[in-house]
């Protein structure tokens, strides 16, 4: 696999609003965990090899989530996701696919359930921050492994 081209060299100006728009989604108060699983939902989504691959990986850094990672294409269906996680998860979806159908009405209460504001404020800014990285990697050809560690390549 080949890199199209570096995003980040390319265009500072674009990897700075970027890391400007991650920096505000990471400062939230919404656990890691989820926000982790919301980053792999979306990926898996939209077909991000490379954000798929970094985000199981960072999850897996919080404890054994194998079994989240593992199961997460089917959450419904899993009973290892916490009724918050399962709100997150269907508001990431409706999010993501927005043009199929807009965010549903029983999607918005679920959410809203769990979350205050503030928190479902933050979970919107943390599905379009995923979706936005997502693009950038697909766009631009990136790919597990295409950067280095050192690179600070963060979607």
Same mark, same amino acid.
């Given at each position: 696999?080949?890199?199209?081209?570096?995003?980040? #060299?390319? *265009?500072?100006?674009?990897?700075?609003?970027?890391? $400007?728009?991650?920096? !505000?989604?990471?400062?939230? *108060?919404?656990?890691?965990?989820?926000?982790?699983?919301? &980053?792999?939902? @979306?990926?898996?989504? $939209?077909?991000?090899?490379?954000?798929?691959?970094?985000? !199981? $990986?960072?999850?897996? &850094?919080?404890?054994?989530?194998?079994?989240?990672?593992?199961?997460?294409?089917?959450?419904?269906?899993?009973?290892?996701? #916490?009724?918050?996680?399962?709100?997150?998860? !269907?508001?990431?979806?409706?999010? #993501?696919?927005? %043009?199929?159908?807009? @965010?549903?009405?029983? @999607?918005? !209460?679920?959410?809203? &359930?769990?979350?205050?504001? &503030?928190?479902?404020?933050?979970?919107?800014?943390?599905?379009? #921050?995923?979706? %936005?990285?997502? =693009?950038?990697?697909?766009?631009?050809?990136?790919?597990?492994?295409?950067? *280095?560690? *050192?690179?600070?390549? =963060?979607?």
């Amino acid at each position: 696999m080949t890199l199209r081209l570096n995003y980040r #060299t390319a *265009s500072p100006q674009v990897f700075q609003a970027m890391t $400007n728009l991650q920096k !505000a989604s990471s400062d939230s *108060s919404l656990d890691i965990v989820l926000v982790e699983l919301i &980053k792999i939902r @979306v990926s898996q989504i $939209n077909c991000c090899a490379f954000c798929l691959d970094m985000h !199981a $990986n960072d999850l897996m &850094k919080h404890g054994d989530y194998g079994n989240h990672i593992v199961l997460l294409n089917a959450w419904r269906e899993a009973p290892i996701y #916490t009724e918050e996680q399962r709100a997150a998860l !269907a508001l990431a979806e409706a999010v #993501t696919l927005i %043009s199929e159908q807009g @965010v549903p009405e029983d @999607v918005y !209460a679920e959410a809203r &359930k769990h979350f205050d504001e &503030k928190e479902f404020m933050e979970l919107i800014l943390a599905i379009n #921050t995923i979706n %936005s990285w997502n =693009r950038i990697a697909i766009s631009t050809g990136m790919f597990p492994g295409c950067f *280095s560690p *050192s690179q600070n390549g =963060r979607a």
